[in-house]
């Protein structure tokens, strides 16, 4: 099994800043790829910023020259950098890895139990 622990929500006033961290442990073969999704209150859950194992990334549209996403490989981690929060930004943050653990031959999508952001204007 794989599991993906974020850290890193809280409040902060619109303009400020937050980095989400993420990191995935288990019996981890490969990750393909990781990324970060949001849902707010009566919305449906939907992807923030991605990076897969060959470093391509890709953001929402909302999510553009504002957000930042990295990795680093030896610790199995992802990171979000957040710039310039807007209050629509309020939502919980959820950490996702498309990964292979050694007992399997495919990828498997993971999901972490999310982080709060709420940004007051």
């Known amino acids: 099994q794989v599991q993906l622990v974020e850290s890193g929500g809280g409040l902060v006033q619109a303009g400020g800043s937050l980095r989400l961290s993420c990191a995935a442990s288990?019996?981890?073969?490969?990750?393909?790829?990781m990324g970060w999704y949001r849902q707010a209150p009566g919305k449906q859950r939907e992807l923030v910023a991605r990076i897969t194992s060959g470093g391509s990334t890709n953001y929402a549209d909302s999510a553009k020259g504002r957000f930042t996403i990295s990795r680093d490989i030896a610790k199995n981690s992802v990171y979000l950098q957040m710039d310039s929060l807007k209050p629509e930004d309020t939502a919980v943050y959820y950490c996702?890895?498309?990964?292979?653990?050694?007992?399997?031959?495919?990828?498997?999508?993971?999901w972490g139990e999310g982080t709060l952001v709420t940004v007051s204007s």
């Open positions: 996702n890895a498309i990964a292979t653990p050694f007992n399997a031959d495919y990828g498997i999508d993971y």
């Open positions: 288990g019996r981890i073969y490969s990750i393909h790829a």
